[in-house]
Antibody, heavy 127, light 111 residues
Framework: HVQFVQSGGEMQKPGASVRLSCKAS????????VHWVRQAPGQSLEWMGW????????KYSQNFQDRVSITMDKSATTVYMDLTSLESEDTAVYYC????????????????????WGQGTTVTVSS | QSVLTQPPSVSGAPGQSVTISCTGG?????????VNWYQHLPETAPKLIIS???DRPSGVPDRFSGSKSSTSASLVITGLQAEDEADYFC???????????FGGGTKLTVL
C-alpha cells in the first residue's frame, strides 16, 4: 500500500526559491507520472507539472514560465519540485499525486486520475 | 478563470440527490479527454472518486456516479450523507493549453 510523504512546511521571503520533496513509502513510483498540484487560500486546485517516473520525462504548466522544475532521485522513490522567484501569490498548499498517463494505443493522451496523494506541504511567502 | 466551469455551490438534504456539472470545451472534454472527479475535505488531500468519466475506484460508494456528454460532465451523488459535505473538483486535459486542468470547485452543503 503505497503512501506519499511530503516534506515539512516552508516559510520563504519573496524572490527566494523552495524545494519540496515527495517520498514514496512502501514502493517506488513505478511507471506512473507524479504531478504537483497546489491550492492557494480560497482558490481552486492548480496543476503545476509532472514527471514520468519511468523515463524522467517532464511536462510543465505554462503558468509558471520556467519557474518550476520537477526531478526524481535515481532510486525512483523521491520526487522533488523546485519553485524559484517566489511571490506572495505562491503561498499555497502544495501536493504531489500519482496518475496513470497513457502514451500509446487506444488511450493515448489520457489521464486516469490522481489516485494517491501526499499529505500536502504549506508554503508561505512573506517578507 | 478556470477552463472547466463548475457551479460554486450546491446543496441538498440528507437522502436527496445532487448533481454537480463541469462544463468545458472542444479542446478538453469535447475532445474526448477523460474527466476525473475529486472530493476535498478540509485539512486533507483530495480524494479521487470518479476516474475516466464514470469509473469508481475501489472503496468509493456507489452513491457516487459520473457521466459525460459532449463538452460537459456531471457528478451525481445520491442518498446524501452528512459526510459528503466537501468541495468537489473536476479535472481533465486541455490540448490547446497542453495542460492538465481543474474546475473551479463546487462546495456541497448537506442541509
Amino acid at each position: 500500500h503505497v503512501q506519499f510523504v511530503q516534506s515539512g512546511g516552508e516559510m520563504q521571503k519573496p524572490g527566494a526559491s523552495v524545494r519540496l520533496s515527495c517520498k514514496a513509502s512502501g514502493s517506488t513510483f513505478g511507471d506512473y507520472v507524479v504531478h504537483w498540484v497546489r491550492q492557494a487560500p480560497g482558490q481552486s486546485l492548480e496543476w503545476m507539472g509532472w514527471i514520468n517516473a519511468d523515463n524522467d520525462d517532464t511536462k510543465y504548466s505554462q503558468n509558471f514560465q520556467d519557474r518550476v522544475s520537477i526531478t526524481m532521485d535515481k532510486s525512483a522513490t523521491t520526487v522533488y519540485m523546485d519553485l524559484t522567484s517566489l511571490e506572495s501569490e505562491d503561498t499555497a498548499v502544495y501536493y504531489c499525486a500519482r496518475d496513470r498517463h497513457c502514451y500509446s494505443g487506444w488511450c493515448i493522451g489520457q489521464y486516469f486520475g490522481m489516485d494517491v496523494w501526499g499529505q500536502g506541504t504549506t508554503v508561505t511567502v512573506s517578507s | 478563470q478556470s477552463v472547466l466551469t463548475q457551479p460554486p455551490s450546491v446543496s441538498g438534504a440528507p437522502g436527496q440527490s445532487v448533481t454537480i456539472s463541469c462544463t468545458g470545451g472542444r479542446s478538453n472534454i469535447g475532445a474526448g479527454y477523460y474527466v476525473n472527479w475529486y472530493q476535498h475535505l478540509p485539512e486533507t488531500a483530495p480524494k479521487l472518486i470518479i476516474s475516466a468519466n464514470n469509473d469508481r475506484p475501489s472503496g468509493v460508494p456507489d452513491r457516487f456516479s459520473g457521466s459525460k456528454s459532449s463538452t460537459s460532465a456531471s457528478l451525481v451523488i445520491t442518498g446524501l450523507q452528512a459526510e459528503d459535505e466537501a468541495d468537489y473538483f473536476c479535472q481533465s486535459y486541455d490540448s490547446s493549453l497542453s495542460a492538465v486542468v481543474f474546475g473551479g470547485g463546487t462546495k456541497l452543503t448537506v442541509l
